[in-house]
């Protein structure tokens, strides 16, 4: 199975403020077969990011995904109150899927 | 609008079964693949399997021997069955829509639409 490595475990940041969250697996997803999800207390995981960079339907602008190979990023140029979750990061490109640890972004 | 809802019993003891229903309210049911997913409490997600409208299933080696996922197109309903479940299986349970099409691997997609949750607790 490919694990998912996610750092930093906790993000405490500001409202307006940037958050970069990383994922690193330990093979190579191929073709980018990376997705992004948040996930808020007592609610099911919403998809932001499919295909390392592209957002899901309803996702804002200020989220963007990048990355290829082993090493992705996903980035919240500027933090609203409804953003402070927690982050997982999905491979897709070989079965099982699996899923990473998890960042919690909190407010600093 | 797609809408997954999803029931079954919230406390087992061990060595019994777990059975859980997951409902579709979508136009399309046979373009997709339906998933359960775990979340064991304070922790990450786990696939647990897969299955699509004729019946073909995926599931995670870790787990295939004790689970297996059915599904009745008729209804748009898909069913997850573990077997002798023991604390360790204690999580909160998600139904969910996995595309086929699009940017998807042979094997595997993201998961667009989710349940719920359903929270399976195993104590004796």
């Known amino acids: 199975d490919i694990v998912l490595t996610q750092s930093p475990g906790t993000l405490s940041l500001s409202p307006g403020e940037r958050a970069t969250l990383s994922c690193r697996a330990s093979?190579?997803?191929?073709?980018?077969?990376l997705a992004w999800y948040h996930q808020k207390p007592g609610q099911a995981p919403r998809l932001l990011i499919y295909?390392?960079?592209s957002r899901a339907t309803g996702i804002p602008d200020r989220f963007g995904g990048s990355g290829s190979g082993t090493d992705f990023t996903l980035t919240i140029s500027r933090l609203e109150p409804e953003d402070f979750a927690v982050y997982y990061c999905?491979?897709?490109?070989?079965?099982?899927?699996?899923f990473g640890q998890g960042t919690k972004v909190e407010i600093k | 609008q797609v809408q997954l809802q999803q029931w079954g019993a919230g406390l087992l003891k061990p060595s019994e079964t777990l059975s859980l229903t997951c409902a579709v309210y979508?136009?399309?049911?046979?373009?997709?693949?339906w998933s359960w997913i775990r979340q064991p409490p304070g922790k990450g997600l786990e696939w647990i399997g897969e299955?699509?409208?004729?019946?073909?299933?995926n599931y995670n080696p870790s787990l295939k021997s004790r689970v297996t996922i059915s599904v009745d197109t008729s209804k748009k309903q898909f069913y997850l069955i573990l077997s002798s479940v023991t604390a360790a299986d204690t999580a909160v349970y998600y139904c969910?829509?996995?595309?086929?099409?699009?940017?998807?691997?042979?094997?595997?997609?993201?998961?667009?639409?989710w349940g719920r949750g359903t929270l399976v607790t195993v104590s004796s």
């Open positions: 299955i699509n409208h004729s019946g073909s299933t």
């Open positions: 999905q491979q897709y490109g070989s079965s099982p899927q699996t």
């Open positions: 969910a829509r996995t595309p086929i099409t699009g940017h998807c691997s042979t094997t595997s997609c993201y998961n667009d639409y």
């Open positions: 979508s136009e399309s049911f046979s373009g997709y693949y």
């Open positions: 295909g390392a960079s």
């Open positions: 093979q190579t997803v191929s073709r980018s077969y």
